[in-house]
């Protein structure tokens, strides 16, 4: 692997979705999906975004492949700032940044074969010659753990953990350097989700790609990323290595997540922080710390003041917390 | 035994496709249930698990499935199945109950919580409709809601999601039944949302003493949750014992797999365990165990006869013929 070396850095990023004036908002407010998000990826590192529902993790996954338009903020691609990049500007790049979808049902077009679906980005980025493009694809399909008699199959012969192979047929065979995994596996039964977790990581390791892996399922995470970034309400409010990140959580909020799984272990007791309310709206965030309403440890100053990021503990770990523990 | 609140024997479900297809959606289920018991019923979609939980309120669509014959369904030792629509309708809700899956699809949006709550409890009840009022402000504060009588008038959309799946409960329980079928309760719902819930169950089960049958594919929420479990596969129960023993000792080969499946919070894991393959077309059941493709321990037998469940010491069932072997290999 290339340690250390930076692929992508996002500064100060924010994704604000303008709300129709029309359906109960008359001041013309923004929903703020992401506000404020900076971090950088290594390349062949895997970094883990995690949330509960609505937490802007998604959108900024799409906002960095700018599949959203950005409200503010810059990304580094390679040392290239890209946010104002057109269309055709964005067209080279996008071959080296690819992405994988969560629900393999509807990421796939039902009336294109298996062949045609992960052809596509050669069409596109006219890699290699057509003729030797269906071998290719053959070849790509036998990494995924399909054979080449899948290429002449539609999508709705297939199940759903083959589908989600083809995805990542998809996202791979132009060989990027970073892919955006959007729940990759949420979709997928336990037993296959295990299979495609597994095919992940291999093919992770084999072609030394960055991911950024967008979940909800803190277990997941953990298996696959080397560091791992908890969002709320549109902020990341803690980022630090996987293991330090589990075994030392210091933001209020991870701590109550990772209280909150339910574990497969009958013998295990663990004292449980259950967090009273539900996430406040982001069209009306509150206006000091966003995790103030529900936080156990907020004070006078959470609600007036929003906290940065700060070094906290291990190297690599940040806290975005007035009384991080 | 009498003192069984609950008891199933030999259900089988058949869905009727079409003149002569009928398809065998769930086949021999055999449990019992006592009062205060969380039973989890745990497997994959499509392995039965909704269905078995939904033929016990008699929910499912009436000309395109069937029971089997034998199939049997004893509530404090009244027999379900020959009841007619009619008396049934007595039971369902008053006795039993149950919780969907999905709290956003299952209350009527354009009725308000209250008249939906109240509904219920005057279908049941010969009460005014002032006690009904207060019926359902009382469970609404019992699930944990807050300011419940303005609550009563406010439509679903305006409440959260976990606030709908609290609803759902405090409706659930409004007639107190002796019986609660949660159906994947909390899949729909975020991690700390979730835990709220569960809490919420646990309580139930500790205030009421209501037996609960909680179906989820999340072998956490079992473990945390459940008193008994029974793992479902391709329509047929592989395995039922107790929480504890099961997640101890699992000793069917699919349980196995299953327990080694699930990324481990507490460790770092080199690489997942997998089951491989997928679960057979309900349309062409292999004539052996229904496991057979996958299974790593398979034989000629399993392929050419199906195993029966087997009653082992203690409380412990299981579906396999290579039962004594695969225990030694999963003791490791």
Known sequence: ?325 | MSEHLLKVENLGINFINGKDNRVNAVHDVSFELSRGEILGIVGESGCGKSVTATSLLRLLPKGSSELSKGSSIKLNGRELTTLTDKEFREVRGKEISMIFQEPMTSLNPVHTIGRQMMEMVMAHNKISRKNAFEICVEMLEKVGIPESRQRMGEYPFQLSGGMRQRVMIAMALSCNPSLLVADEPTTALDVTIQAQILELILEIKQNLGTAIILITHDMGVVAETTDKVMVMYAGEIVEYDGVKEIFHHPMHPYTIGLMNSIPRLNQTTERLATIEGTVPDLNCMPSGCRFANRCPYCTDRCREAAPPLVQLGGNRRVRCWRVGETQEVSAR
């Open chain 1, 1 to 325: 692997m290339n340690a250390q070396k930076e692929l992508l850095r996002v500064e100060h990023i924010r994704k604000y979705f303008a709300i129709h004036r029309k359906y109960g908002n008359p001041k013309g407010n923004y929903l703020r999906a992401v506000h404020d998000v900076s971090f950088t990826i290594n390349e062949g590192e895997v970094l883990g975004l995690v949330g509960e529902s609505g937490c802007g993790k998604a959108t900024l996954g799409r906002t960095i492949l700018k599949l959203h338009s950005v409200t503010a903020g810059d990304i580094y691609f390679k040392g290239e700032n890209i946010v104002n990049y057109g269309f055709k500007k964005m067209l080279p790049i996008r071959r080296d940044m690819q992405m994988i979808f969560q629900d393999p049902f509807a990421s796939l077009n039902p009336r294109m074969t298996i062949e045609k679906i992960i052809r596509a980005p050669l069409d596109t980025f006219k890699i290699g010659e057509p003729r030797y493009r269906r071998d290719h694809v053959a070849e790509m399909l036998k990494k995924v753990g399909l054979n080449a008699d899948h290429m002449n199959k539609f999508p709705h012969e297939m199940s759903g953990g083959q589908r989600q192979r083809v995805v990542i047929a998809r996202a791979m065979i132009s060989n990027p350097s970073f892919v955006v995994c959007d729940e990759p596996v949420s979709a997928l039964d336990v037993s296959v989700r295990a299979q495609v977790l597994n095919l992940m990581k291999d093919m992770q390791q084999e072609l030394g790609t960055a991911y950024l892996f967008v979940s909800h399922d803190l277990s997941t995470v953990r298996y696959i990323c080397n560091r791992i970034a908890v969002m709320y309400l549109g902020h990341i409010v803690e980022i630090a290595d996987a293991d330090e990140l589990f075994n030392n959580p210091k933001h209020p909020y991870t701590k109550a997540l990772l209280s909150a799984i339910p574990v497969p272990d009958v013998d295990q007791k663990r004292q449980r922080i259950i967090l009273q309310g539900d996430v406040p709206s982001p069209m009306n965030p509150p206006a000091g710390c966003a995790f103030s309403t529900r936080c156990p440890l907020a004070g006078s100053k959470c609600e007036q003041l929003h906290p940065d990021l700060v070094a906290c503990g291990a190297p690599g770990h940040y806290v975005a917390c007035f009384w991080p523990e």
